[in-house]
């Protein structure tokens, strides 16, 4: 497949999720916040980035972002839902919120726990970071020389490039169900949930698990570009990455009921009042 055509297929799956990822600022729907202090540690731990959506509507134990009455944005749990509105507490909080929480309060629910990346957001608000993100964005818009050295055998790293994939897939999807009940934890299989929090441990074992497979990818584009290649190193490679897709794959397939489920009870009814 050309390299043209592969960035368009990108493009296609990207858009959709830059629409539905599109910030308040921009007037999209999505709030990305900053979480400051420990009241919801273990569960979500100072620094990370929440991203969320307004519903409509929450339930117990759905982790919400509000503004509070001093105006600042909170990310707490609801424990409770009562005709003055919710009840929330923070996981780390001995007591309830003092306050019941309205609709019109509301951000949204938590979709997305990104530990430690909510220093990145601030960084990013900082002139410096706007900068060195601006001459990021330059130097990936230059056009590249495209070398003629390349082989044609490309086709075994279809194998490397779906993993990743699949590993990404997997983290969003364990991410989205963690943020929607942490319970769920106990029964998936998510490495190093022993040291860590559930969002942490997942978002360790990605960056690993990517890690491995683009040094696999690496490893096996040095012995492609060999006049003397080792067709078994290859095949051990490729064997390595399959090691990894299915673990991945059974962690996907665990957690459609959950995602069927939300379907059935928020998706379709959304989309039917939206388009009926």
Not at 56 to 61: A, N, Q, R, S
Not at 185 to 191: E, G, R
Not at 223 to 234: A, S, V
Request: proline share 5%; hydrophobic share 50%.
């Amino acid at each position: 497949m050309k390299l043209n055509h592969r960035k368009a297929i990108v493009f296609f799956f990207l858009i959709p999720l830059l629409v539905y990822l599109w910030p308040v600022q921009l007037y999209g729907n999505t709030n990305y916040i900053m979480l400051v202090g420990e009241s919801m540690t273990p569960t979500i731990d100072s620094g990370t980035l929440i991203v969320t959506q307004p519903e409509e509507k929450y339930f117990l134990g759905d982790i919400i972002a509000f503004v509070n009455e001093d105006g600042l944005n909170v990310v707490h749990r609801i424990v409770e839902k009562t005709e003055q509105g919710f009840v929330t507490k923070g996981d780390n909080n001995p007591r309830n919120d003092p306050d019941y929480i309205t609709n019109e309060n509301v951000l949204g629910r938590a979709i997305f726990v990104l530990p430690y990346l909510g220093f990145t957001s601030m960084f990013l608000k900082t002139s410096l970071g706007m900068a060195i993100f601006g001459i990021f964005a330059v130097a990936m818009l230059v056009p590249r020389k495209s070398s003629k050295t390349k082989t044609r055998g490309q086709q075994s790293f279809v194998v490397y490039n779906v993993v990743l994939g699949v590993n990404m897939v997997n983290y969003v999807m364990t991410q989205i169900t963690l943020g929607d009940d942490i319970n769920f934890s106990k029964t998936m299989s998510i490495p190093f949930a022993n040291f860590f929090e559930p969002f942490l441990a997942s978002t360790i074992s990605f960056a690993m698990l990517s890690m491995v497979i683009i040094i696999l990818q690496f490893v096996a584009r040095n012995i492609d570009g060999n006049p003397n290649e080792n067709n078994l190193m290859k095949l051990i490679l490729i064997m390595g990455a399959i090691m990894i897709l299915i673990p991945q794959l059974m962690n996907i397939f665990n957690l459609l009921p959950f995602f069927t489920r939300v379907a059935e009870e928020q998706w379709v009814p959304y989309l039917m009042n939206l388009f009926l």
